[in-house]
């Protein structure tokens, strides 16, 4: 199970820290999967946005490069997203989920309720 939360309502230029919660079946090792954000805006396709490894190694998409920061708590088993210098074109749902190491794929397609940004101009 998959919990997001931290999103809200921000003006452009503002910072938001989105977190997510992870809860898996017994003998699910949050360690052992490469995690990842994705937002959907409006009725597009979901798109990821940051993905970090399992050596904890980040990628970014290159729209939020140098302002998101993504990391991970192996132990609390929590993923977390830093965004900074928000802008209009970063609204959406933000999702967290497991993905396929390398890839934007999911691994399971697991994904949680989402939690909503906007950004106002």
């Known amino acids: 199970q998959l919990v997001e939360s931290g999103g809200g309502t921000v003006q452009a230029g503002g910072s938001l820290k989105l977190s997510c919660v992870v809860s898996?079946?017994?003998?699910?090792?949050?360690?052992?999967?490469?995690m990842a954000w994705f937002r959907r805006v409006g009725g597009k396709q979901r798109e990821g946005v940051a993905r970090?490894?399992?050596?904890?190694?980040?990628v970014y998409s290159d729209s939020v490069k140098g302002r998101f920061i993504i990391s991970r708590d192996n132990t609390m088993k929590t993923l977390s997203l830093q965004m900074t210098s928000l802008t209009p074109e970063d609204s959406g749902m933000y999702y967290c989920?497991?993905?396929?190491?390398?890839?934007?794929?999911?691994?399971?397609?697991?994904w949680g309720q989402g939690t909503l940004v906007t950004v106002s101009s």
């Open positions: 989920t497991e993905v396929l190491c390398t890839s934007w794929y999911s691994a399971f397609n697991n």
């Open positions: 898996g079946y017994s003998g699910y090792t949050y360690s052992s999967y490469c």
């Open positions: 970090i490894e399992k050596d904890g190694r980040p």
